[in-house]
């Protein structure tokens, strides 16, 4: 039931996966309210990431988000390197102690991530960036295993509440972040960078699911 | 898609090898992490000034490296900004001891990257100033949006902070002459094309024949408002009056007047946007003690142009007259 | 076509008016007949330098006028030849009584109104001298036709003859080194898109989005062929051998390599081309002494680019060096 | 029979009519093989020539041409400005002398003139220049006058001359002016400058014929 080494970097390999197979759709999803690159910088950063994760010898779980976390700050740049590179790079941090990763481990995680996420871009909710799909997502996630629901039903909530946070992304007025440029023109446009965030979630879903991997 | 490219993923690398061939003389190019810096540095005892960002805005930053200038730039992909190990690296390589300024475009990916980079130099023990250049009108500025965007004023501090730099200012001096710079300059773009990212391979935006985007950022990023092309006159009055209107610019002021092209807009066009820039001043009272036309901070090849005004001051007059030698940007030497 | 324009009659005067407006410390504009002079011409006892051409080049050649490069330049109509009064004006204006070199791109446009100005001033009593540049290799050279194009040897002939001249030389001398200049000079240029003469309206030809023109001249005349769209290593490859194949050029020579852009081509790939044609030479043993890389020679808003090589001697390279003072090329001073 | 002042003046306007008329056809034809400007070129010139000459008080013929030839020289530039500009200021030359302008006189000055356009130029019969439509012309005049024929009949023919004439251009090669450095490939187009050389033989057969004015 725990969150392996190996569901770790399938994990990580799943992104990149979606990352590289939706690259086009994210700079254009870009293109319409930023600078037409998250695609293509987060393609960047998941492409280094990809080898190094898999030249990694089996070890911790943490180890391997702070190798991911490493890698897109120093690849990616822009707005979404910095910022993902934090949310992994916390993870990493609180997972540092744990021996296994079990549902809650990777619940509290992620919530910290998301939180350093926010206080390293001063981003809140509904200011249309990534954090309106990663804080419905861990929330559903923490309160679905509050609720006993299982570790597979619950990475299921989460990555519908990304779903539809990126969604909801669409008729919001940016706050933060280039699209915030465009004023009230922003609105209609579904954020990107919410988009790879949903795009994470499922990743994590798909790993982490039992019976996957 | 046509350029004079080989592979878009490797225009930047490949770009930083030209100027390495073509400047060896002023600039050293470091390809692991990327950045430019002078070949002199580090200049002991002098602060060093260090600015980068997207790729796309040539020559800003790279070619503004080089003495009475910056002391480094920080070159990330193109429109994407650099990385922390890059301007850590930048920052370790041209500090003389004496403080470093990170001048840094007001774009969340840049102060984030900036920001990022200063925390691991000041570890380090360089003391870090960083100034954020915000000049943008086009964009409404609130405590509640990432603010407005650096563009122009960017040119004209990174080289009226250099010269102070060069003088031997302090650190805490040429930051706040920095400021200073950032607080009474004001620009305005209008694009009449769009660019087109290489690795993205099409336009960023579509543009009707007869249609113009006004306030459009550095990076395609669209603007207050779509227009019906009209005569450079009147574009020009309707930029101007956007620029003089926010600080505001006064009757009896001096200014630094910056014509600015996009990349893809002729020098011949910009004369004739000089013209009405200088006629619209002048009616407003307002003189032109300094100028610079020509395609400095661009956005690829985009058809379009920006207006910088700079409230002048003594000390930034004769700063931004001292001698620079870069290859962008050179003269006294 | 979307142009930073008023009216498509006016461009020439509007430029010249924003010129006037923007350089009066270096040169003086005259709007009836259209010259640009220094500010401080005439000098007496120094050859005067003289060029002229079509408009929508820029900054050739109004912006190559003040110290160490040329007395006048005069600007005809977008790539129109000017005519001869306002030659006849500008040499009279400029010459300090030691002679005046005519510098011209052979164009029979060029070459008759600058012909019929010479006459005029030669009746005066102005003892004038022509030399004609016609370095681009895209164009056989043959006694039966019109011979070559004068190109981006012009520029590096006005700068590096203003020099001779400000230093004193003869006529004589001023036009040989000239000559020589043109004769140890090639150039190659390629066109990616089109340029839009304002007056014309629409695109002086087209081109397939995968389609570039080889040899294209730089007011958009077609040039040797059109060819698919290459990376930029092999466009430098077949551009560079056309050039050092045609003087040749041989191992050991020391060039000054000019990387021009033709108006619509953004400095990052400028840079790239350099890369390249630096790569190239070396692999042809021919040290690069000097570099410009920017865009001097433009073709309005056209993308593309020219590349030329001057094989230098000590003399040229002295004269290169020597201090300039124009709004389009500085340094030195 | 003779050409009168106000027939010189009709010459003038005709022409200066028909290039405007024909402006962007002339300006496409050399976009095809030169620089795209010929019709914007010689329209600038004439509306320059039409005030100066509708100004100038009854006189000589030669004088008209003279203003013609100055304000072409001063206000064209390129290719198209000194050589126009060489016809009419050797059309004024060589009937300065005359008291009326006989259509013998209208003849040799033109023949005169061609010459001189070909001295400057430097341009030889099927160089693919306006010489290709003058020539023809001039000499059509000259043989038929020579033959007897009316003057009517004679600009007629020299009218048809200089169409064909610019006709023939179209296959020929370049080897003057701008069109010469396309080399083979400027073959297959009319020359545009010996398309406004006919209609500036059209103007004057519209002008000068009997019953025209
Ligand atoms: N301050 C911020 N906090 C959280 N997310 C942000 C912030 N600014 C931008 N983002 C996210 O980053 C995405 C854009 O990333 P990207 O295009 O890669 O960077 P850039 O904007 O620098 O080009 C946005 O769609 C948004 O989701
Ligand atoms: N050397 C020459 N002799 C005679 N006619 C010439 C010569 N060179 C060019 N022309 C004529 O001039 C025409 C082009 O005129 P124009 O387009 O106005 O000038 P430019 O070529 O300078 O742009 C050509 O079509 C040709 O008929
Ligand atoms: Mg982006
Ligand atoms: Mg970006
Ligand atoms: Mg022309
Ligand atoms: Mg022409």
Same mark, same amino acid.
């Given at each position: 039931m725990s969150v392996t080494f190996e569901q770790a970097r399938a994990f990580v390999s799943k992104f990149q996966e979606a990352i590289a197979a939706d690259k086009e759709y994210l700079t254009e999803l870009d293109s319409a309210i930023g600078d037409g690159d998250h695609g293509i910088n987060m393609d960047r950063g998941m492409r280094a990431v990809l080898p190094k994760v898999e030249a990694l010898?089996?070890?911790?779980v943490a180890d391997l988000f702070r190798t991911v976390a490493m890698t897109l700050i120093s690849t990616v740049g822009g707005a979404s390197g910095p910022l993902y590179g934090t949310l992994f790079l916390q993870l990493g941090t609180n997972l540092k102690a744990k021996e296994s990763v079990e549902p809650q481990d990777w619940s509290e995680a992620l919530t910290t991530a998301v939180a350093a996420v926010m206080s390293r871009g001063r981003a809140e909710p509904r200011?249309?960036?990534?954090v309106d799909a990663l804080l419905p997502a861990s929330q559903a996630l923490a309160s679905g295993l509050a609720a006993g629901d299982e570790f597979d039903m619950a990475l299921q909530a989460a990555e519908e509440a990304a779903h539809q946070g990126a969604l909801d992304t669409i008729p919001m007025v940016a706050h933060r972040g280039r699209a915030s440029y465009l004023g009230d023109r922003s609105a209609g446009h579904q954020d990107p960078g919410a988009t790879s965030s949903w795009m994470l979630m499922r990743a994590a879903r798909e790993a982490f699911a039992t019976g996957s991997n | 898609m046509k350029k004079l490219i080989n592979n878009p993923e490797n225009v930047v690398r490949e770009e930083l090898e030209g100027i390495a061939a073509a400047h060896s003389d002023r600039v050293k190019v470091s390809l692991d992490p990327y950045y430019v810096m002078r070949a002199d540095a580090p200049v002991a005892g002098k602060v060093a000034v260090v600015s980068g960002g997207g790729s796309g805005h040539e020559p800003m930053h790279g070619g503004f490296v080089g003495m009475g200038m910056l002391s480094a730039a920080c070159p990330g992909e193109v429109f994407t900004s650099p990385t922390p190990d890059q301007i850590l690296a930048a920052t370790k390589a041209v500090s003389g001891g004496s403080g470093v300024l990170h001048i840094v475009k007001n774009y969340t990916g840049d102060i984030l990257n900036f920001e990022m980079a200063a925390d691991l130099a000041k570890e380090e023990g360089i003391e870090v100033e960083a100034v954020i250049t915000n000049d943008d009108v086009a964009v409404q500025d609130s405590?509640? $949006?990432?603010?407005r965007r650096g563009v122009g004023v960017t040119v004209l501090a990174e080289k009226i902070c250099g010269a102070a730099a060069e003088a031997g200012r302090s650190l805490a001096e040429v930051a706040d002459l920095c400021r200073r710079v950032n607080q009474q300059g004001r620009t305005m773009g209008v694009a009449l094309t769009s660019c087109t990212v290489p690795a993205a391979g099409k336009p960023t935006f579509d543009l009707g024949e007869d249609e113009m985007e006004i306030g459009i950022g550095i990076h395609g990023e669209p603007g207050r408002e779509r227009r019906k092309m009209g005569p450079a006159d009147e574009i020009v009055e309707l930029m101007a009056a956007a620029v003089t209107d926010d600080l505001p610019f006064r009757s009896g002021d001096s200014v630094l007047a910056f014509v600015n092209?996009?990349?893809? $807009?002729p020098l011949l066009e910009l004369y004739i946007v000089y013209r009405a820039l200088d006629r619209f001043l002048k009616g407003k009272g307002i003189a032109i003690e300094r100028n610079l036309i020509g395609s400095?901070?661009?956005?690829?090849?985009?058809a379009g142009c920006s207006i910088t005004l700079l409230r002048l001051d003594r000390e930034m007059t004769q700063y931004w007259d001292a001698p620079v030698n870069t290859p962008g940007l050179r003269w006294g030497v």
């Amino acid at each position: 039931m725990s969150v392996t080494f190996e569901q770790a970097r399938a994990f990580v390999s799943k992104f990149q996966e979606a990352i590289a197979a939706d690259k086009e759709y994210l700079t254009e999803l870009d293109s319409a309210i930023g600078d037409g690159d998250h695609g293509i910088n987060m393609d960047r950063g998941m492409r280094a990431v990809l080898p190094k994760v898999e030249a990694l010898p089996n070890g911790t779980v943490a180890d391997l988000f702070r190798t991911v976390a490493m890698t897109l700050i120093s690849t990616v740049g822009g707005a979404s390197g910095p910022l993902y590179g934090t949310l992994f790079l916390q993870l990493g941090t609180n997972l540092k102690a744990k021996e296994s990763v079990e549902p809650q481990d990777w619940s509290e995680a992620l919530t910290t991530a998301v939180a350093a996420v926010m206080s390293r871009g001063r981003a809140e909710p509904r200011d249309k960036t990534m954090v309106d799909a990663l804080l419905p997502a861990s929330q559903a996630l923490a309160s679905g295993l509050a609720a006993g629901d299982e570790f597979d039903m619950a990475l299921q909530a989460a990555e519908e509440a990304a779903h539809q946070g990126a969604l909801d992304t669409i008729p919001m007025v940016a706050h933060r972040g280039r699209a915030s440029y465009l004023g009230d023109r922003s609105a209609g446009h579904q954020d990107p960078g919410a988009t790879s965030s949903w795009m994470l979630m499922r990743a994590a879903r798909e790993a982490f699911a039992t019976g996957s991997n | 898609m046509k350029k004079l490219i080989n592979n878009p993923e490797n225009v930047v690398r490949e770009e930083l090898e030209g100027i390495a061939a073509a400047h060896s003389d002023r600039v050293k190019v470091s390809l692991d992490p990327y950045y430019v810096m002078r070949a002199d540095a580090p200049v002991a005892g002098k602060v060093a000034v260090v600015s980068g960002g997207g790729s796309g805005h040539e020559p800003m930053h790279g070619g503004f490296v080089g003495m009475g200038m910056l002391s480094a730039a920080c070159p990330g992909e193109v429109f994407t900004s650099p990385t922390p190990d890059q301007i850590l690296a930048a920052t370790k390589a041209v500090s003389g001891g004496s403080g470093v300024l990170h001048i840094v475009k007001n774009y969340t990916g840049d102060i984030l990257n900036f920001e990022m980079a200063a925390d691991l130099a000041k570890e380090e023990g360089i003391e870090v100033e960083a100034v954020i250049t915000n000049d943008d009108v086009a964009v409404q500025d609130s405590l509640y $949006t990432a603010g407005r965007r650096g563009v122009g004023v960017t040119v004209l501090a990174e080289k009226i902070c250099g010269a102070a730099a060069e003088a031997g200012r302090s650190l805490a001096e040429v930051a706040d002459l920095c400021r200073r710079v950032n607080q009474q300059g004001r620009t305005m773009g209008v694009a009449l094309t769009s660019c087109t990212v290489p690795a993205a391979g099409k336009p960023t935006f579509d543009l009707g024949e007869d249609e113009m985007e006004i306030g459009i950022g550095i990076h395609g990023e669209p603007g207050r408002e779509r227009r019906k092309m009209g005569p450079a006159d009147e574009i020009v009055e309707l930029m101007a009056a956007a620029v003089t209107d926010d600080l505001p610019f006064r009757s009896g002021d001096s200014v630094l007047a910056f014509v600015n092209g996009m990349g893809g $807009t002729p020098l011949l066009e910009l004369y004739i946007v000089y013209r009405a820039l200088d006629r619209f001043l002048k009616g407003k009272g307002i003189a032109i003690e300094r100028n610079l036309i020509g395609s400095y901070i661009t956005s690829l090849e985009m058809a379009g142009c920006s207006i910088t005004l700079l409230r002048l001051d003594r000390e930034m007059t004769q700063y931004w007259d001292a001698p620079v030698n870069t290859p962008g940007l050179r003269w006294g030497v």
